[in-house]
């Protein structure tokens, strides 16, 4: 202290600071400040404490709650030993205590809790533990060397140290080793006074986001009340995003007339949702109307109310946030745990890297952090709101970008997102409106300059911009990134990063799992997965090398390779970094059994039609852009119908003047059939695998499956349709036609039996697409699905009477095909038919399914059709595999 300062001891939730007066202090729930408080009714930046030239002040800084003493809320005030202030409430608020100091403090010291002289990070086996240099300011002679091993390593650590296999990786290198570390072979203590560099304005409170005494977290996760609303007896307050409302809200995913808060005659409220397109929840859950009390949550976009008295009180929700995961453990088939009892907590507007080797589960991880693959066992808590249990709600306040993009390369940049908005906001949200959002986020992310370029044609790390813009249009809170900077450059790995730490700043709270450990120094807090799908570390980047005891990162996973069976959790959690970062998190006790939550009815910001318009829609421009697929798409069935005028028949399509017949016309139109269906099966084969990232994200946002599905089933059943007509035009005009059909002219009828053919084969290449991981198995399956066509047509070999194989051929689309164009040609094999018999001894014996009867028509059209139809309930099944397990009915 300077001289003439009284020294000044404040305690604030049980940790204690001497105050220098030569610097101020920030109160508040901001990590960055010096004493922080995780309190929904403490301000962000709430008060300051600093020396006034006379005496010691605390200033009120514009807090929402106020700053009270003696139960009068105060803006300035002298304080001094017995000073007793709180904040947030005047009588049970956080309360601040000065007295004078008991014994003079060191010039400038400020000591945050956990700040006592640490043990350093264990020796490796076979390595040494590194030397840690002291502060410049106060040095200190190295402490002797003792054998004795760090907690955690080995199997018994009350045993002396045991020496360890030595491999390499695990020993440094002669010229790694410091100057000041010891002969290889002695661990040693670090120098007196030696601690990780934690920030002292941090405390076990920030590192656990929520997390009290006994670690459980708050009864209501929600901030100080942003907003407060007299609700009077006999009156209506209705919310909505129109300004004729009584209680207007500034989000684009709330409805122009979203609900209403009715007074009951009883004296109780009631929330009543007025159908809008995002829902409204009551504690997580959607609701049409419930009646509310004190202890109820509403949610309505990203703003939450709650009921105390006659009082509505509102908290906007803008990304001041914290998260946490609880023991969190991932079991799959066999009891495997995959993922092992993780716990990590990080506050509001920061940024997490996850690295670790491959198998060390960081995939499996953020599916649990995201509700994709919700966790067997453990919790994840948004603001201390359990995800899981509340995901129908909490999923429009999370972003998600995969590793591979989640937009349509094909478009330009601000069509792509035109489409997305058009999905993501309510259905009553004005062009205008969605325009001017698209517009502010391209601004902020430096894209607008790129705004109609085509997405293809900008640079991989562009494209991420693209991708992280397109989650940035509804405001998340939290923002996840899987291998974000993946297949990049080291210059656009740091933009991308930057890019992160911007996002992180401008009042995000984000988490990216990467490979590249070359930008970690822009990251608030790392965590490092081991092998197995345990954590290894979880604090400080810069403090990371030094708790493994390597100097590069490439050290630290050839170690996890050559260890793997070794216990990297046990070291971890007998660490001071442990004590410091998680170990306060880590003492509530896990779940012994997960019990799932019903699955999340999530609203549709888009009513079904509007949905299914605006993804055909969308569809149509990604296919009108590809210039190659048009092309193809006209020059396949050209060739298929140019390749069966080839085949000669001197009559045509009827048969030849009694007793010869016409051997070719079968061939003919098993030509025109399996052309057809490999033309429709080659237009659908690839389309949803392509997509199927683009399909998981805009799914967890409030995609209709079935719309989905059905704008595929539109649009690629128009071109197969397309298809049909010219195959058929220029097949079948060079052949003689019968000159009656049974139903339609006889053209007519073969063209509606070659469309059927394409349009069942689609939903067969649909079925492909859904079952294979990776576009390249959609080839072989394809040629095997041909093939088998043409085998089971009935025109190579006689199908019927055939014990087993006539059963096997009822299955096949080409079977029934021929079948109505053999009806309407009256192909069937025998005497006064088309075709030569298959027995000349039983010539009269032809196939019931070529009969030449209307009804025989119908039939086989309508089997034709049917299999189609149950293709696409089969897709809609395989589509639900795709989705977040967190809402699969």
Not at 607 to 623: F, N
Not at 712 to 727: D, H
């Amino acid at each position: 202290m300077g001289h003439g300062v009284p020294e000044l001891v404040l305690e604030l939730n049980g940790q204690t600071w001497t105050l220098d007066p030569s610097r101020s202090y920030s109160i508040g729930r901001d990590p960055q400040g010096d004493m922080v408080l995780d309190d929904a009714r403490v301000s962000w930046r709430h008060a300051t404490v600093r020396w006034g030239g006379r005496s010691w002040i605390i200033e009120d800084q514009g807090s929402t709650n106020g700053t009270y003493t003696q139960g009068q809320r105060i803006q300035q005030l002298e304080i001094g030993p017995g000073s007793v202030v709180h904040l947030g409430n005047a009588t049970d608020g956080p309360r601040l205590s000065l007295s004078a100091a008991a014994a003079p403090a060191a010039s400038g010291a400020f000591n945050a809790p956990g700040s006592a002289p640490n043990n350093a990070p264990n020796a490796m086996p076979g390595q040494q533990a590194p030397q840690f240099q002291q502060q410049p300011q106060a040095p200190a002679p190295q402490q002797p060397h003792q054998q004795q091993p760090g907690p955690g390593w080995g199997p018994a650590p009350q045993q002396p140290y045991q020496q360890q296999p030595q491999a390499q990786g695990w020993q440094q290198a002669p010229q790694q080793v410091p100057p000041q570390q010891p002969p290889h072979g002695q661990p040693h203590q670090p120098p007196q006074g030696y601690v990780p560099q934690q920030a002292p304005r941090e405390t076990p409170a920030q590192k656990v986001p929520g997390a009290g005494a006994a670690g459980a977290p708050p009864a209501h996760g929600d901030r100080s009340p942003t907003t407060f609303h007299h609700l009077a007896l006999g009156r209506v307050m209705r919310i909505g995003r129109a300004l004729e409302n009584e209680l207007v809200v500034s989000d684009l995913q709330v409805s122009r007339h979203h609900a209403e808060f009715r007074a009951l005659p009883d004296g109780r409220f009631e929330i009543v949702d007025l159908g809008s397109h995002n829902g409204t929840y009551v504690n997580g859950q959607p609701v049409r109307q419930q009646v509310i009390g004190p202890a109820d949550i509403v949610g309505v976009g990203h703003s939450t109310f709650r009921l105390v008295g006659d009082r509505l009180e509102e908290f906007v929700d803008t990304g001041e946030v914290s998260f946490s995961a609880r023991h969190l453990t991932v079991t799959v088939d066999g009891g495997k745990q995959i993922l092992k009892d993780v716990s990590f907590g990080v506050p509001e507007k920061s940024l997490v890297a996850v690295i670790g080797p491959s198998g060390s589960g960081k995939s499996t991880l953020l599916k649990a952090l995201t509700g994709y693959r919700p966790a067997n066992q453990g919790d994840v808590l948004y603001d201390n709101r359990n995800l899981y249990k509340q995901f129908a709600e909490l999923r429009q306040r999370i972003g998600l970008v995969p590793q591979d993009d989640i937009l349509h390369k094909e478009l330009s940049v601000k069509k792509a997102l035109r489409y997305a908005a058009k999905l993501r906001f309510p259905g009553d949200t004005a062009a205008a409106e969605r325009e001017a959002r698209i517009n502010e986020v391209l601004r902020e992310l430096k894209l607008d300059i790129h705004a109609e370029k085509k997405v293809t044609s900008l640079s991989g790390g562009q494209r991420k911009r693209v991708s992280v813009a397109l989650e940035l249009l509804t405001k998340p809170s939290l923002i996840f990134l899987d291998e974000p900077t993946s297949g990049l450059d080291p210059g656009m790995d740091r933009d991308v990063m930057q890019l992160l730490r911007g996002l992180a700043d401008d009042g995000r709270t984000v988490l990216v799992v990467t490979h590249s450990v070359a930008e970690l120094a822009l990251c608030d807090k790392l965590l490092v997965m081991a092998p197995g799908g345990s954590v290894a570390y979880f604090g400080p980047p810069e403090e990371a090398l030094n708790f493994f005891g390597y100097e590069t990162w490439a050290d630290v996973f050839s170690a996890f390779e050559n260890y793997r069976d070794y216990d990297w959790a046990g070291r971890w959690r007998g660490s001071e970094h442990y004590r410091l970062y998680a170990a306060d998190l880590d003492a509530v006790a896990p779940q012994s059994v997960h019990v799932q939550p019903p699955p999340a009815r999530v609203a549709k910001p888009q009513s079904w039609g509007s949905q299914l318009w605006t993804l055909i829609r969308r569809y149509l421009s990604v296919i009108a852009s590809d210039r190659g697929f048009m092309a193809l798409m006209v020059i396949l069935p050209a060739v298929l119908g140019i390749v069966s005028t080839v085949i000669p028949a001197k009559n045509g399509l009827v048969h030849a003047p009694a007793p010869k017949h016409n051997s070719q016309a079968g061939t003919v139109i098993m030509i025109l059939v399996v052309g057809m269906c490999l033309s429709g099966a080659a237009n659908s084969v690839r389309e949803l695998i392509k997509e199927r990232v683009i399909y998981e994200r805009e799914r967890a946002v409030g995609l209709s499956r079935s719309a989905y599905l059905m704008s595929k089933v539109i649009v690629l059943g128009l071109i197969t349709a397309c298809q049909g007509v010219i195959i058929c035009a220029i097949g079948l005009p060079k052949r003689e036609l019968p000159e009656e059909g049974l139903v339609l002219p006889p053209f007519a009828e073969l063209c509606v039996a070659i469309i059927a053919i394409g349009i069942t084969a689609m939903m067969v290449g649909l079925v492909i697409s859904s079952l294979v991981k990776t576009s390249e198995k959609t080839m072989p399956l394809l040629v095997m699905f041909a093939i088998v066509q043409i085998v089971f047509t009935g025109i190579m070999f006689q199908i019927y009477d055939s014990p087993g194989v006539e059963q096997v051929a009822w299955l096949m689309p080409a079977r029934w095909a021929v079948a109505a164009a053999g009806a309407t040609l009256d192909l069937g094999p025998g005497l006064g038919h088309v075709m030569a018999p298959w027995d000349k001894e039983n010539a009269n014996n032809p196939d019931p399914l070529w009969e030449h009867a209307a009804s025989q028509w119908y039939t086989d059209l309508a089997v034709l059709l049917g299999i189609g139809v149950v293709c696409c309930f089969v897709v809609a099944r395989l589509l639900r595999r795709h989705e977040p397990e967190v809402m699969r009915k």
